[in-house]
């Protein structure tokens, strides 16, 4: 056992209000796990799952109930195939409830970019990197530099 | 083309200082990607990559510069084949420079799950869940209820 792999398995939103949270993630077109319980919206993504989760009940789990917990220095990416495709993905999430932060705008880095939020403040990167490629699945592989 | 694809390709770690960050990460066994540049330590996961930025450029380039970003309300997991592998994932964490926010413990929902926070304070659930199958590569992939 060689330890410890890099990965995440799981993602965990914690969230104020679960009706809302999944307003947005499902109106933004994700499916929700049938192993989903009341508290609890589970989302399968590539070998990894996203959970909805109350943020009072998060705090508590983390061994500090109570606590505020902070958002926006953990952002989630999604990296797109081109610039239409990015545009297409920010719009839809506009659409669900997200709130705008920054538009899509092209950067430095020679790609195009922007951010959200989601109704609870947990941040999105919506992106086109052509230098990053995806498969057709649309898994990241980081290239030789 | 169906949008949007339920994945996260990047993720994003605000850090205050890099070099404290590296030596958390590395500390624990992670490798660097030789495509990591100065203010920028990218790491390979699964399908998607794991980034360290500096928080107040990430700040900026979410377009709010300045802003204080929290951690916390999103937590990260990784999960384990055993209670022995979880156990030494999270030693091998501690002893790399995280803080223990609650050790590993039998959990309500059958499984074994503890908590630590990187020098950045994002916060790491580590744990095993006897109901969550892995793959051989640590993949996870829900269970029908």
């Known amino acids: 056992m060689s330890l410890p ?17 999944r307003g947005f993630y499902e109106g933004w077109g994700w499916r929700r796990h049938p192993a989903s319980m009341d508290g609890l919206s589970l989302y399968q993504l590539h070998g990894q799952a996203l959970a909805l989760f109350s943020r009072g009940e ?32 920010f719009d ?16 430095f880095w020679g790609g ?16 086109f990197n052509p230098g990053w490629p ?3 699945d649309g898994n990241l592989t980081l290239p030789a530099p």
């Open 58 to 89: 998060l705090a508590a789990d983390q061994g500090r109930p109570g606590a505020e917990l902070g958002t926006g220095a953990m952002t989630l990416a999604q990296n797109c195939g081109s610039e239409a495709e990015a545009d297409a993905v």
């Open 5 to 21: 792999m890099q990965r995440v398995t799981l993602i965990t939103l914690g969230v104020a209000d679960m009706e809302r949270a």
């Open 92 to 107: 839809s999430a506009i659409k669900a409830g997200g709130t705008v932060l920054k538009r899509l705008e092209r950067a």
């Open 112 to 127: 195009y970019s922007g951010y959200l939020a989601d109704p609870d403040g947990h941040v999105w990167e919506i992106a």
């Open 134 to 136: 995806l498969d057709a």
